[in-house]
């Protein structure tokens, strides 16, 4: 079984910076793939940015350059650097891990974006 608990989300200007931490517990380790997703009122939950085996990380088109997602395999935490936001990455934001074939997802943290 494993946990995911996400944090650091709030309000935010356009223009400006928050970060995303989601902390695991349980079996995991760090070549079991964890990402951020996000989900706007009315909308499909898309992939903001993912990181898997290696290191290897991929980013939805709307937050290359912008965005950074990064890994604390002993602390087993990923981190969601988001620097530009602009209002349509106002969204909550999910954090999910996939481990041994399972999917899971933690409750999500609101990100908002408006001046």
């Known amino acids: 079984q494993v946990q995911l608990v996400e944090s650091g989300g709030g309000l935010v200007q356009p223009g400006g910076s928050l970060r995303l931490s989601c902390a695991a517990s349980?079996?995991?380790?760090?070549?079991?793939?964890m990402g951020w997703y996000r989900q706007a009122p009315g909308k499909q939950r898309d992939l903001v940015a993912g990181i898997g085996s290696g290191g290897i990380t991929t980013y939805g088109d709307s937050v290359k350059g912008r965005f950074t997602i990064s890994r604390d395999n002993g602390a087993k935490m990923i981190f969601l650097q988001m620097n530009s936001l602009k209002p349509e990455d106002t969204a909550v934001y999910f954090c999910?891990?996939?481990?041994?074939?399972?999917?899971?997802w933690g409750q999500g943290t609101q990100v908002t974006v408006s001046s």
């Open positions: 349980g079996s995991i380790f760090s070549s079991d793939y």
């Open positions: 999910k891990a996939i481990v041994r074939g399972r999917m899971y």
